[in-house]
């Protein structure tokens, strides 16, 4: 079965793919500021929601990551 990768044309996946480490990139960024929010948090607070907060997104990056290897290896195949 072939991956929904493989229906985009080179140029569209070149353009998902520089849009995808842009988005990659911005997770991160905010996810380390809800970390760091969540660490100042709990020193004043105690503990809370907001400490817990980051966990929720995390998953997210890897899944991020995995499609932004995807891509690469499809671009990689088509050279």
């Known amino acids: 079965m072939a991956s929904l990768n493989s229906t985009y044309t ?8 520089k ?3 842009i988005l990659l990139i911005a997770q991160i960024i905010i996810v380390l500021l809800m970390v760091v929010f969540a660490v100042f948090s709990t020193l ?3 503990v809370s929601f907001q400490t817990f907060l980051p966990l929720f997104f995390t998953p997210m990056i890897f899944v991020m990551l995995y499609e932004t290897k ?4 499809e ?4 050279k």
């Open 75 to 78: 671009l990689a195949k088509r």
């Open 10 to 17: 080179t140029p569209e996946l070149l353009k998902k793919l």
């Open 70 to 73: 995807k891509l690469k290896e």
């Open 19 to 21: 849009k995808q480490k």
């Open 44 to 46: 004043e607070k105690g």
